[in-house]
């Protein structure tokens, strides 16, 4: 059986032993005679998945007691409405901030519009289209050690790394202490939960969409300080309540059995490999390898401020645009699969998240070395 390098952005590569398990589990979860598309969400058996699941995530982020871990759908997307309606009323007036640094923060902040007064208070690109600096738009992270929220504000909410622009940004220590008391920080680390140690100890919400280094698509993952709990807006749906969820053990209504189940595979796989901390220096190498590569070179171009620059989605382009489509089709037909960059901003991109081995960022950089020899 033919197996390629998937650098897509997501759903993204699973282990290549987790999908293995999914093989034996779907006919006959764990000798029981049933398949794991057939359990029951009510089910002892479900109680022993979400269970392990649920601790086993606990042990790879070191999760503190004041934080529960919820389970919840409509994936990242679905994110952007399920924290606004359930915290943006928090100190009584609907009111929140945001910190723009690509694509997916600036979609956080035009959904939680709906729900109240919100405003960026910082950006890389929205507002400072020219003059922001040498290296233009959505290219760094727009840190200000003294960042403030605006008056009654419930959350700053921010992205922890752009996953279509390639800017990374963990460093959220600063802002936390910046911000006034009665605000939380809220983050949306999709595309990084698990591929690095992140401080969620400084923040109210941590969420990730599982499709990219948790599972696969139908779960979002939710990790919320208890005592934000409660504060839902009357038009939040129940489902999407965390007091709900919360007191359901993410059961309030038929939960995805499934993707959780898959979640809790890869929550194995990741504590069996190291945990956390050995993933990161994984990445950390993969990423340093290809960047070097890149910076050897003025025939591929990465634009993002090096301070910032993602492990894990490294967006490019070819100095001569028009070759792009002949790089793509020569690189499947060597096996590199979902190289395209998003299609908002074009290029390139290579998404080396946590089942990418080194071996993968090898041929993609051979295979790079080979197309510029060609056509450089
Ligand atoms: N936030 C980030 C950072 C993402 O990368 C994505 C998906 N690529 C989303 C949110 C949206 O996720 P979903 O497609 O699950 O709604």
Same mark, same amino acid.
């Given at each position: 059986?033919?197996?390629?390098?998937?650098?897509?952005?997501?759903?993204?590569?699973?282990?290549? &032993?987790?999908?293995?398990?999914?093989?034996?589990?779907?006919? &006959?979860?764990?000798?029981?005679?049933?398949?794991?598309?057939?359990?029951?969400?009510?089910?002892?058996?479900?109680?022993?998945?979400?269970?392990? %699941?649920?601790?086993?995530?606990?042990?790879?982020?070191?999760?503190?007691?004041?934080?529960?871990?919820?389970?919840?759908?409509?994936?990242?997307?679905? %994110?952007?409405?399920?924290?606004?309606?359930?915290?943006?009323?928090?100190?009584?007036?609907?009111?929140?901030?945001?910190?723009?640094?690509?694509?997916?923060?600036?979609?956080?902040?035009?959904?939680?519009?709906?729900?109240?007064?919100?405003?960026?208070?910082?950006?890389?690109?929205?507002?400072?289209?020219?003059?922001?600096?040498?290296?233009?738009?959505?290219?760094?992270?727009?840190?200000?050690?003294?960042?403030?929220?605006?008056?009654?504000?419930?959350?700053?909410?921010?992205?922890?790394?752009?996953?279509?622009?390639?800017?990374?940004?963990? $460093?959220?220590? $600063?802002?936390?202490?910046?911000?006034?008391?009665?605000?939380?920080?809220?983050?949306? %680390?999709?595309?990084?939960?698990?591929?690095?140690?992140?401080?969620?100890?400084?923040?109210?919400?941590?969420? %990730?969409?599982?499709?990219?280094?948790?599972?696969?698509?139908?779960?979002?993952?939710?990790?919320?300080?208890?005592?934000?709990?409660?504060?839902?807006?009357?038009?939040?749906?129940?489902?999407?309540?965390?007091?709900?969820?919360?007191?359901?053990?993410?059961?309030?209504?038929?939960?995805?059995?499934?993707?959780?189940?898959?979640?809790?595979?890869?929550?194995?796989?990741?504590?069996?490999?190291?945990?956390?901390?050995?993933?990161?220096?994984?990445?950390?190498?993969?990423?340093?390898?290809?960047?070097?590569?890149? $910076?050897?070179?003025?025939?591929?171009?990465?634009?993002?401020?090096?301070?910032?620059?993602?492990?894990?989605?490294?967006?490019?382009?070819?100095?001569? &645009?028009?070759?792009?489509?002949?790089?793509?089709?020569?690189?499947?037909?060597?096996?590199?699969?979902?190289?395209?960059?998003?299609?908002?901003?074009?290029?390139?991109?290579?998404?080396?998240?946590?089942?990418?081995?080194?071996?993968?960022?090898?041929?993609?950089?051979?295979?790079?070395?080979?197309?510029?020899?060609?056509?450089?």
């Amino acid at each position: 059986m033919a197996r390629f390098w998937n650098f897509s952005a997501g759903p993204s590569m699973l282990p290549y &032993d987790v999908l293995n398990q999914i093989s034996i589990d779907v006919l &006959d979860w764990n000798s029981t005679g049933i398949s794991v598309t057939d359990i029951n969400h009510r089910s002892k058996y479900f109680e022993i998945i979400y269970n392990q %699941a649920e601790s086993d995530l606990r042990a790879l982020l070191g999760l503190s007691s004041d934080y529960c871990i919820l389970f919840i759908q409509g994936g990242g997307q679905g %994110a952007n409405a399920v924290v606004p309606m359930n915290m943006i009323g928090m100190n009584g007036i609907n009111r929140a901030d945001f910190i723009i640094s690509g694509y997916w923060s600036y979609k956080s902040y035009l959904e939680a519009c709906k729900y109240g007064d919100v405003s960026i208070v910082a950006d890389n690109g929205y507002t400072t289209k020219i003059d922001c600096n040498d290296y233009g738009p959505y290219t760094w992270f727009p840190e200000n050690k003294s960042i403030k929220t605006r008056e009654g504000s419930s959350y700053l909410q921010f992205c922890s790394n752009e996953t279509i622009n390639g800017v990374e940004f963990v $460093d959220w220590g $600063d802002i936390a202490n910046s911000i006034n008391k009665d605000a939380v920080l809220v983050v949306d %680390a999709s595309s990084n939960f698990l591929t690095r140690v992140l401080d969620i100890d400084d923040t109210g919400v941590v969420f %990730a969409c599982a499709q990219k280094n948790a599972g696969i698509s139908g779960v979002t993952i939710f990790i919320v300080r208890k005592d934000l709990i409660g504060n839902a807006l009357n038009i939040c749906p129940s489902i999407f309540d965390y007091m709900n969820l919360f007191h359901g053990h993410s059961r309030y209504n038929t939960p995805p059995v499934f993707a959780i189940y898959v979640s809790g595979l890869v929550f194995k796989w990741l504590r069996r490999n190291g945990g956390v901390k050995k993933m990161e220096s994984n990445n950390l190498e993969k990423s340093r390898m290809l960047y070097d590569f890149m $910076d050897s070179t003025s025939f591929y171009i990465n634009k993002i401020h090096p301070s910032v620059r993602s492990r894990v989605n490294i967006p490019f382009h070819l100095k001569n &645009d028009l070759l792009t489509n002949i790089f793509i089709e020569k690189a499947e037909n060597r096996g590199l699969m979902n190289i395209r960059g998003h299609r908002s901003v074009g290029g390139l991109r290579a998404s080396i998240y946590n089942a990418m081995p080194i071996d993968g960022v090898m041929d993609l950089i051979n295979y790079m070395r080979d197309f510029e020899c060609y056509y450089g």
